[in-house]
């Protein structure tokens, strides 16, 4: 199981998305697509496989809803902490100069806003399969495992931050604040035991694309 989710979640994305950069060097539609379409199909795969899990917690979620809403805002407000002064202490391991392709949308056509929205939509399902390949599969099967448990969560945090390569100009030593936020969303879940935690406060942090999206498409007709 450790090694299969891995080479899907880590390798296998890594490869998918390098190989649809050589396929689609220019075009920044046909890439948003393919991309989202790698992380639809696992995320229903997870739906499914794990339904048992997402099923158990989420019912354990609104039993203690009070205590778990005040753990995501909690979680929320540390990681945004985290990760801005992170990036800031860190910024400058970002290349400034790059020679991978860029995908930049038109946000003033009605195309590239909707393709902007799918992106959102995409980023909230990622942060379910993330959370699933990293923190559950990666990490919390071993809570139980002593000194293995503080093993793999600085692993799954590492590859984490790791497959965000391409977020940073292609460089992975660039990914050490997502590697941080990983840290601290494994933490959250070892702490409440819970996985909708860590998958929530995922998607309220990755919504920012979508929230943007939206903004953009009720202002296009003034632009």
């Known amino acids: 199981m450790f090694f299969k989710n891995y080479f899907i979640n880590f390798v296998g994305l890594l490869i998918f998305l390098t190989v649809i950069r050589w396929l689609v060097p220019t075009n920044p539609?046909?890439?948003t697509f393919l991309?989202?379409?790698w992380f639809i199909v696992i995320f229903f795969f997870d739906l499914h496989h794990f339904k048992a899990l997402l099923s158990t917690d989420w019912q354990s979620f609104k039993a203690a809803k009070?205590?778990?809403i005040v753990s995501i805002i909690c979680l929320m407000l540390i990681l945004e902490v985290a990760v801005i002064w992170s990036s800031q202490a860190?910024?400058?391991?970002v290349p400034t100069a790059t020679s991978l392709n860029t995908y930049p949308l038109p946000t003033n056509t009605l195309a590239g806003v909707l393709t902007s929205?799918?992106?959102g939509v995409?980023?909230?399902m990622v942060a379910l399969v993330e959370e699933i390949a990293y923190r559950y599969v990666g990490m919390f099967r071993y809570r139980k495992a002593g000194i293995w448990l503080i093993i793999m969560l600085l692993l799954s945090s590492i590859l984490f931050g790791f497959s965000h390569f391409y977020n940073f100009n292609g460089s992975f030593i660039a990914t050490?604040?997502?590697m941080l936020a990983g840290l601290i969303l494994g933490l959250a879940y070892l702490l409440t035991r819970n996985i909708w935690v860590p998958i929530i406060g995922h998607m309220l942090f990755n919504s920012i694309g979508l929230i943007s999206g939206l903004i953009l498409l009720v202002l296009l007709p003034f632009m």
């Open 176 to 178: 050490v604040p997502y």
């Open 35 to 37: 991309a989202g379409a």
């Open 117 to 119: 929205i799918f992106s």
């Open 122 to 124: 995409v980023n909230l």
């Open 66 to 68: 009070g205590k778990m």
């Open 29 to 31: 539609f046909l890439f």
């Open 90 to 93: 860190f910024r400058f391991l």
